[in-house]
């Protein structure tokens, strides 16, 4: 009786998700932007000091599996780990109460996990005081450039007799000149679970920010 009694809860928590737990989920996920906005000044307010960067390009270098062993690997409801209009967007993959895959979670369709990193990368440069440029800016070609290559970021959820969590691990290698305290290049990591009553949408969410927020604070140690 009591095991029933623990399955009826468990399967219960799964009842809050965004979508039915089986099927996949569409969540949005922006990072907030508001640290130090003077180092996002438009180009006509940049000072002549000003420690000038651009992300030059981010690239997504998850290894997706099919059949994974572990909940932490990236994979989809549907198998289809080829298709990068679908991987670019994944980062999580809902589970039952018992901890077999089900349903997976997508960003919305304009928006990627690369998007994602850009914005907690840029987030992180401007509490270093960085001014961030795009490539259309006049100040583009004194602006040190920088790489991303994420290698990790994923969300799962982990069963609990009373509380679940939502768990994130983000890992991204950052190239880049006279920025970094390690040199030319770095790894850049993020970790953080978030237990819950329920693995619903703000859940996700919570787990998934908490993430993002490790990895820019880990960032802004290891930039100078």
């Known amino acids: 009786m009591k095991k029933y009694c623990v399955g009826v809860f468990l399967a219960a928590l799964l009842i809050g998700i965004s979508g039915c737990a089986t099927n996949r989920g569409v969540m949005d996920y922006k990072v907030n932007q508001d640290a130090n906005p003077e180092a996002s000044n438009p180009d006509s307010a940049i ?4 420690k000038l960067v651009m992300i030059v390009q981010v690239t997504d270098s998850r290894a997706f599996e099919r059949r994974p062993d572990k909940a932490s690997t990236p994979s989809l409801r549907d198998g289809k780990i080829d298709d990068k209009s679908i991987t670019s967007r994944a980062f999580a993959r809902k589970r039952n109460g018992f901890g077999a895959a089900v349903g997976d979670i997508l960003l919305p369709e304009n928006r990627t996990v690369n998007d994602v990193i850009k914005e907690a990368t840029i ?3 401007r509490v270093k005081n960085y001014t961030v440029v795009e490539a259309n800016s ?13 290698d990790k970021f994923w969300c799962w959820f982990s069963p609990g007799a009373m509380k679940i969590a939502i768990e994130c691990q983000i890992t991204v290698k950052i190239r880049a000149t006279g920025i970094l305290e390690a040199g030319s290049e770095d790894t850049i990591s993020g970790y953080a679970r978030h237990r819950a009553m329920a693995a619903n949408t703000k859940a996700w969410n919570a787990g998934l920010n908490a993430g993002v927020e490790a990895y820019i604070a880990d960032l802004e140690l290891k930039l100078k």
Do not use: F, V
């Open 47 to 50: 000072p002549a000091n000003a």
């Open 123 to 125: 987030k992180a440069l």
């Open 138 to 150: 006049p100040y583009a070609a004194k602006a040190t450039p920088i790489t991303l290559d994420i």
